[in-house]
């Protein structure tokens, strides 16, 4: 038809007729025009890009909109599915919308997904592809805490123990943060932890307990994340007990595999014992006495020891305060000893009174210019009202006009002395270099004869001896002459037996005649040199000590024994004798030998093969 139009036009054109000719030019402009139009019409169809969020492996509805289309119906279409989940059907939801369910498949990454979808309306062209994007959210952090539970039990304050806990990061986020512990709890390789999606760490856990209670607290991270908690629990306990054992005195024991030291703290009323170390699992037994103090400081409460080993602390109580009342020191016979022979020994005895009810700890010690006094004080307790009558064996080892004086100590500054004089005169008869036996004597003329006891060795006490004492000279392998002693031992031998060494120093007769006009009266000097004493055996039945250290000659040796509470139980002197050392020729006289044996008999052995 538009052919044809244009034909006539062209006719008309053609024969020259203008009034045909506008008419057919205008129907066919008119037919173009609406031609034209009709193919513009032809529009497409337009839709809304769309974006969801969705849980890892979780559901999420999408809606997907178009541009309405005056109440026509919109088709849609899913151009390409989504590469980490799965969609449903669609479900109209109005002329413009319609639904879809996305599943994600519970992948760990990408974190995000996408479909592509496209619409179209009646009449209309289908829309370009569009994107529905999806963004996939992981889940948070959750921790996992095993154990759930930690029960350390009951542990010595400062005792220390641990364990391990295993963390481990569930959730889908990373987690990062530090443990909270509960008091008495440390982790001595750090507390942090920063985990990524099933990554897991181990946290050392120590529990020392630093007071005497019960722990139950809960260990919590910061920030605080799901299941990030757990319940440790424990009891502190002291590491020692105290006991009763009467009112002035307690018993101590130590509960625990490690030596404590024990502190005390007391009114100023009280002396108490020093800073004691108490071993594992040991046992002391500890006293307190009363100071002196003033009437006015008098209390008439009870009183209280603490006793502490920088953990814990106990108290024990004690009873009230009462008036100071010292000691009654007094001697039994005179003070006044007369005439003594050096050398010989003299018990004195003297008697204490506890005149008041307190239990007392005293110390005594015994001392003199002359000698024979002793090297420490001894400890004694007094009960109250208790009197005790105590004895030394005196020796003095210097002539002349000297003193014995005994000191008793009781609180912190009250002292009490008892003094004896005396006379010492060396009466023994003169010795001379030459009536000194020679010291050296083969061991077996010792061991078969011991030497005489010269006079002013001999003993003059009521202490009983030593049972058993014996000596032998003895040789080390080195060539040192050593002296051996045996008695028929005691229990506590090695811890209360004395050895003390005295020699006789001769004087030439140029000293004689120089110190004095006659020579009889100072033969001899004796002097006290220390002494190597090694035990060598003490089986029960008989004590062996080997002396060590002593010049060649003869030495007067005095063992002692004292009792548990101080007092001196036995006593015995013993004359000795020392040989030469032997020379270092005979000394290789052995080795020697036995080097000739053994190459005579490889000759010999040699001379057979």
Not at 192 to 204: A, H, N
Not at 279 to 286: L, Q, V, W
Not at 571 to 587: A, F
């Amino acid at each position: 038809m538009v052919l044809s139009a244009r034909f006539r036009i062209l006719r008309n054109l053609v024969t020259g007729n203008p009034i045909r000719l506008f008419f057919p030019l205008a129907i066919l402009l008119l037919f173009q025009v609406s031609g034209w139009s009709a193919e513009q019409q032809v529009k497409p169809t337009f839709v809304k890009e769309t974006s969801v969020q969705v849980e890892r492996g979780g559901e999420v509805k999408i809606v997907m909109e178009a541009i309405p289309d005056y109440g026509n119906q919109i088709l849609f279409e899913i151009q390409k599915a989504p590469l980490h989940g799965h969609l449903s059907e669609l479900t109209p939801l109005s002329d413009h919308q319609v639904s879809v369910l996305y599943q994600h498949d519970g992948s760990r990454m990408p974190l995000s997904d996408e479909f592509l979808f496209r619409a179209q309306s009646p009449g209309r062209a289908k829309s370009t592809a569009t994107r529905a994007q999806i963004t996939v959210i992981p889940p948070p952090p959750l921790l996992q805490i095993e154990p759930k539970e930690i029960d350390f039990g009951a542990h010595f304050l400062g005792e220390k123990s641990q364990t391990n806990l295993k963390i481990r990061n569930l959730g889908g986020m990373k987690a990062s943060g530090r443990l909270t512990l509960p008091s008495g709890c440390t982790a001595p390789d750090g507390d942090t932890f920063s985990l990524e999606e099933g990554e897991t760490v181990k946290i050392p856990v120590e529990f020392a307990p630093q007071e005497e209670k019960e722990y139950a607290s809960l260990a919590e991270s910061l920030p605080q994340y799901q299941g990030g908690s757990v319940l440790i629990k424990g009891r502190g306990i002291s590491r020692f007990s105290v006991g009763k054992i009467d009112p002035l005195s307690c018993s101590v024991t130590n509960l625990s595999d490690q030596s404590i030291t024990l502190s005390f703290s007391a009114d100023p009323a009280w002396i108490i014992p020093p800073q004691t170390e108490v071993p594992p699992h040991g046992e002391k037994d500890f006293s307190f006495q009363q100071a002196e103090h003033d009437e006015s400081s008098q209390a008439s409460a009870s009183s209280e020891i603490r006793l502490s080993d920088g953990y814990s602390s106990r108290t024990f109580d004690l009873p009230p305060i009462q008036s100071f009342i010292p000691l009654t020191i007094n001697p039994v016979a005179t003070t006044n000893l007369g005439t003594l022979a050096l050398g010989a020994s003299l018990p004195v005895t003297f008697t204490l009174q506890n005149r008041s009810e307190m239990e007392k700890t005293i110390q005594w010690i015994a001392s003199s210019p002359a000698g024979g006094g002793m090297s420490k004080e001894i400890m004694l307790m007094l009960k109250g009202g208790e009197s005790r009558e105590l004895s030394y064996d005196w020796t003095p080892t210097l002539p002349g006009t000297t003193k014995l004086l005994i000191g008793v100590k009781e609180g912190r500054s009250t002292t009490h002395e008892l003094i004896w004089s005396a006379t010492v005169t060396p009466t023994q008869p003169a010795v001379t270099p030459e009536s000194i036996p020679s010291p050296e004597v083969t061991q077996s003329q010792e061991a078969a004869t011991p030497p005489p006891t010269p006079a002013h060795s001999q003993q003059v006490s009521l202490i009983a001896p030593i049972d058993g004492l014996s000596w032998k000279a003895k040789t080390s392998w080195r060539g040192r002459p050593m002296v051996e002693l045996r008695w028929e031992a005691h229990d506590g031998d090695e811890e209360r037996v004395n050895i003390a060494m005295q020699i006789m120093r001769m004087k030439s007769k140029a000293e004689i005649e120089k110190e004095s006009a006659a020579p009889a009266d100072i033969p001899f000097r004796i002097e006290t040199l220390p002494v190597e004493v090694s035990s060598l055996q003490h089986n029960g039945t008989e004590a062996i000590r080997e002396i060590q250290g002593l010049p060649p000659g003869w030495h007067l040796l005095e063992l002692t024994r004292t009792a548990k509470d101080g007092t001196l139980e036995a006593r015995s002197t013993v004359q000795v004798s020392v040989p030469n050392p032997k020379s270092w020729g005979s000394l290789l006289m052995m080795p020697i030998g036995l080097l000739t044996l053994l190459l005579l008999g490889a000759f010999l052995w040699k001379l057979r093969h």
